[in-house]
Nanobody
Framework: QVQLVESGGGLVQPGGSLRLSCAASGSIFSIYAMNWYRQAPGKQRELVGSITSGGSTNYVDSVKGRFTISRDNAKNTVYLQMNSLKPEDTAVYYC???????????????WGQGTQVTVSS
């Protein structure tokens, strides 16, 4: 069984910063990648960015230069540092992990519960 636990969401003023954390635990053999998604009301879920276990990152254009994804492989944890936040960043943010639970097993995607980020003055 795999669990993803998120933390760090909240209310922040425009221009402010937040750091989200997501820790994976349970029956994990290896993590291929961890990802951050977000979904605003009435909109499609959007991939914000991802990071591989080797540290390669990718971001959606709208957050480049403002958001940074990092990871601590020893803790199976991914972080999303969000700076210069804008009202349009308001959404529920979800982390996911693409991982194997057994040696040679299939890769599966697991999801966290989501955490609300609200950017408002």
């Amino acid at each position: 069984q795999v669990q993803l636990v998120e933390s760090g969401g909240g209310l922040v003023q425009p221009g402010g910063s937040l750091r989200l954390s997501c820790a994976a635990s349970g029956s994990i053999f290896s993590i291929y990648a961890m990802n951050w998604y977000r979904q605003a009301p009435g909109k499609q879920r959007e991939l914000v960015g991802s990071i591989t276990s080797g540290g390669s990152t990718n971001y959606v254009d709208s957050v480049k230069g403002r958001f940074t994804i990092s990871r601590d492989n020893a803790k199976n944890t991914v972080y999303l540092q969000m700076n210069s936040l804008k009202p349009e960043d308001t959404a529920v943010y979800y982390c996911s992990a693409d991982l194997d639970t057994v040696v040679g097993g299939p890769r599966r995607r697991y999801w966290g519960q989501g955490t609300q980020v609200t950017v408002s003055s």
